[in-house]
């Protein structure tokens, strides 16, 4: 069986619900066959009908005698039936479901799952789970490990059974992994994992399908990864940049700033500078939270660019970004006889990059125009601007060094255009996602890494705490103080409902909101701010708060406070258990952008000590990535990534967390690679890893 087939064309029913499955993301009979099982319902043992004891939740087999509708006072039908097996009889009770008579006929077999409950004086089977066996007896929704599905509207989980079983039947998927990767990495086939998975004897059968199911998912992101690494390394333009002999200059650089680096920031700059050295273009992720110091060791990096007579661009996300960038490297660097320029949209050209020109029209007479002419080139040593650098206008005569701001923000095609600009240029890319390593040793494994994992000193940190319950009061009490005595600006952050707003979330955040403006703060002035306001109206609220006619801002988790609130010094956060760590984190960021002292109170309903424990890694850690890593282990393997922080992909099997498994693929990876262009059964295996754009990105 072809694994890439699309499930509309293997069946009927598949084809009917091709739309549904859409949704979970179900595609072709691998995305089927891969759509694991959540948890398994354990109906395993068949009990003889004469031993069954109310209470009970059993399964049963046996020949149904008679079948019928009846109806209850309130004219409501219930079905029931009369079941026996070798050892007795009993009554089986549905409630609602007319169309059973019409399924369930006498002298069938049936398999029955559920509760054994009192009904008046008779013991009888209450509402279970049936199913009706066939000529050879084998059931799949009751009497064994029952597979159950994440499920989405109009997809059951006893449909998915029913499909994936017959799927299954047909002819078996074909192993392509070699047998020494098996054995090396103590896996199981995949015929039988795909089997077993979703039809297991036992737990630990389930388990070590998985393991098997995981290891394909995570050899799959490191394939990619090598695929992306070797075309990169075989590129050897030679854009070799010299360090020695520019000590003197780079060493005046860092004397002429107005700190001292961090160890952090050190440690950086050097790998870059030797990836810099090289005739492979260096290929780099820089990591560090907001205000880490990035720029500066991206400026350092565009220096030793320039010293080498080389050209460099910055392309950032957004304008306001653009000109903050503009400005911070042009300040450092000018002085130094740089030249730097900007691009943005509002700005679209380089103004050192165009000529103009006096032209006069002579056939109409005397008018004169200013004409532009030509583009100018080596006008500038390093360009920043957004997306606008882009542009076909902007040319480079020798780009070097390419450094990306925020890199998830732009796309695959963005960031392989802006290398064409050069002729494979050095790129560097910048984020301030907290991404553990083990994540980023997953999905951008073809990338080398720095981490500035220590903040400036004498940064004020946001102090945090997590308050107790029975303080909730003195912490309302504590942040009118805060407002009245201190002319502060508070947060206050409702609970985190669901991944994206709908009109629940919305509706809890007004309530939360009216409760606090009327019966907490009716002293003071109260704004609302979600994510299904207009941008228009999101604007007006957030221009209000920073203009300070809101004391506070109510505002969802996911409203992204786009602009600075200096003067906003305190974040509240309910439901603090909800969030991962990280997220938790990027939160609290939207304070401690002033001068003053700022704070970050965590509210939570949660007793248990694990969870109060992981909080209060808040009060002590200021590092995203720390807490990104502390969030993986502290989370159950299986349990899906965060997905507020973008860019980064959901596992359906395998688990970030799981380091060895990670460290495994990797390196059956490194092995497999090598063999895709001779082996035609890893080729057909990852033969979507070929079609993909040959430029690496
Ligand atoms: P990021 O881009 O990582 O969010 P920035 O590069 O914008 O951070 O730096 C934030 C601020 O910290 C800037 O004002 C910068 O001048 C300052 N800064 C950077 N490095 C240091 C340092 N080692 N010591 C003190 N301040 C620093
Ligand atoms: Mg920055």
Not at 152 to 162: D, E, H
Not at 247 to 276: V, Y
Not at 570 to 591: N, T, Y
Request: with cysteine.
């Amino acid at each position: 069986m072809d694994l890439q087939t699309p499930l509309s064309k293997i069946s009927r029913p598949l084809k009917m619900y091709a739309g549904r499955l859409e949704k979970l993301g179900i595609v072709t009979v691998s995305d089927l066959l891969y759509h694991v099982p959540h948890r398994y319902d354990d109906f395993s043992l068949t009990s003889s009908i004469a031993r069954l004891q109310p209470g009970e939740i059993v399964t049963v087999k046996g020949t149904v005698l008679e079948i019928k509708n009846e109806y209850t006072r309130r004219a409501k039908p219930i079905q029931k039936a009369l079941v026996v097996d070798d050892t007795g009889s009993i009554t089986v009770t549905w409630f609602n479901q007319p169309f059973l008579t019409r399924v369930i006929k006498p002298n069938m077999t049936l398999a029955l799952s559920g509760k054994v409950e009192w009904f008046g004086k008779t013991k009888t089977l209450t509402a279970p789970s049936y199913e009706i066996l066939s000529e050879n007896g084998e059931a799949i929704h009751t009497g064994r490990l029952v597979p159950i599905y994440p499920e989405t509207a109009g997809v059951t989980s006893k449909w998915l059974r029913r499909q994936i079983y017959m799927l299954l039947s047909q002819e078996p998927v074909e192993e392509y992994l070699p047998e020494d990767i098996l054995k090396k990495n103590n896996l199981i086939g995949l015929p039988k994992a795909l089997q077993t998975v979703h039809f297991p004897e036992t737990l630990e059968d389930a388990e070590s399908a998985k393991n098997r199911l995981a290891f394909d998912e995570l050899l799959f992101l490191q394939m990619k990864a090598t695929r992306r690494r070797r075309e990169w390394e075989v590129v050897r333009r030679g854009h070799v940049f010299k360090v020695q002999p520019f000590q003197k200059e780079i060493d005046l650089l860092w004397e002429n700033l107005p700190f001292s680096l961090t160890l952090a920031q050190r440690n950086a700059s050097h790998a870059i500078f030797q990836d810099l050295e090289k005739e492979k273009p260096m290929n780099r992720l820089l990591q560090g939270d907001v205000g880490s110091g990035k720029t500066v060791v991206a400026a350092a990096a565009m220096y030793l660019a320039f010293l080498n007579d080389y050209q460099s661009v910055l392309m950032a996300p957004t304008e306001i970004l653009a000109q903050q960038h503009f400005k911070t490297v042009s300040g450092l660097l000018e002085p130094l006889g740089v030249k730097v320029d900007l691009v943005t949209g509002s700005k679209k050209y380089p103004m050192s990059n165009v000529k103009y020109q006096i032209h006069t029209n002579n056939d109409k007479g005397e008018k004169k125009k200013l004409v532009k002419l030509d583009i100018v080139h080596l006008a500038f040593d390093i360009l920043v601007g957004t997306h606008a650098v882009l542009y076909e206008q902007v040319q480079f005569t020798k780009l070097g060094l390419v450094v990306i701001d925020e890199q998830q923000r732009f796309g695959v095609e963005q960031r392989s255009l802006i290398r064409q600009k050069g002729d494979h240029p050095h790129v560097l890319t910048m984020t301030a996602t907290p991404i553990p390593r083990t994540v980023a040793l997953t999905i951008y494994g073809d990338l080398d890494l720095s981490y500035l994992d220590e903040m400036p000193k004498g940064r004020k940190i946001v102090k945090t705490w997590l308050v107790p319950t029975i303080k909730r009061n003195g912490a309302y009490e504590w942040i009118r103080k805060q407002i009245k005595e201190a002319g502060s600006q508070a947060f206050i952050i409702c609970p985190f409902i669901e991944q994206s707003e709908t009109m629940q979330t919305v509706k809890a955040a007004s309530v939360e909101y009216e409760r606090l403006k009327n019966e907490v703060f009716p002293d003071l002035n109260l704004g609302l701010l979600h994510g299904k306001m207009k941008t228009k109206e999101k604007d007006d609220v957030l221009l209000a708060f920073r203009e300070k006619q809101y004391d506070i801002l109510v505002a969802t988790p996911v409203v992204e406070v786009g602009i600075d609130i200096p003067n906003a010094t305190v974040i509240l956060i309910e439901a603090a258990e909800r969030f991962g760590l990280a997220q938790l984190h990027q939160l609290r960021g939207r304070v401690g952008r002033g001068e003053k002292q700022s704070f970050c109170l965590l509210f939570t309903e949660s007793t248990s000590d694990m969870t109060i424990n992981k909080l209060k890694a808040l009060e002590t850690t200021y590092v995203g990535a720390q807490l990104a890593e502390l969030d993986l282990r502290l989370r159950g393997p299986g349990e899906l990534y965060g997905t507020l922080q973008s860019g980064i992909p959901e596992l359906k099997v395998a688990s970030f967390s799981d380091v060895a498994l990670i460290q495994r693929a990797k390196r059956a990876a490194d092995e497999l690679y090598p063999k895709l262009t001779t082996d035609k059964q890893l080729q057909k295996a990852f033969s979507s890893l070929q079609t993909t754009s040959v430029s690496p990105d």
